[in-house]
């Protein structure tokens, strides 16, 4: 699943690992979300959508919008 992760952290100026720390995940994690090697479980897109102040559906890409 395509998403906007990467553009909405950088916008708010927060690395991958302060991401993750507000989100309780590893850098990792959060680096593979944002180059589309994991999908994050619903909960965690959730938390992502929260953290950054963002809507989910404006978070995640739908097939037409890629």
Do not use: H, W
């Amino acid at each position: 699943m395509r998403n906007r992760i990467k553009e909405y952290r950088e916008k708010k100026g927060i690395s991958q690992g302060e991401l993750a720390d507000l989100c309780n995940v590893s850098r990792q994690t959060i680096n593979a979300i944002e180059n589309n090697k994991y999908d994050p479980s619903l909960q965690l897109a959730f938390n992502l959508s929260k953290t950054l102040g963002v809507k989910i559906d404006n978070l995640f890409l739908s097939g037409e919008e890629i």
